[in-house]
């Protein structure tokens, strides 16, 4: 229904924030722009430090990310639902 819908939303919202999706994803960023540098092997310790923490958020951003894309495919597929265009046995 609609309100479930709703409540999914509300609740990947919640879960963005607790998990810091957002600054996960500004970290990321920052830390790759790291890499780029011609400098960057220099100090191979810092380095593999840097791209061990890029992995660790990257598990949570992806899989934020998925959850996110699965709540949304869900509801296209609760919408054909409504309308007509697809059958109960098709949301499975």
């Known amino acids: ?3 479930q ?3 999914l939303r509300d609740r990947i919202t919640s879960l963005g924030g607790i998990f810091d999706i957002d600054q996960k994803l500004i970290e990321i960023e920052q830390e790759l722009a790291k890499t780029v540098a011609a400098d ?3 100090d191979q310790k810092v380095a593999e430090k840097i791209l061990h923490q890029i992995k660790a958020k990257k598990v949570w951003t992806e899989a934020f990310a998925l959850v996110n894309a699965t709540v949304e ?3 296209v597929l609760y919408e054909f639902y ?3 265009a697809a059958q109960e046995p098709e949301m499975l």
């Open 5 to 7: 819908i709703k409540d």
């Open 82 to 84: 409504k309308d007509g």
């Open 1 to 3: 229904t609609n309100e």
């Open 73 to 75: 495919d869900t509801v």
């Open 40 to 42: 960057f092997w220099e």
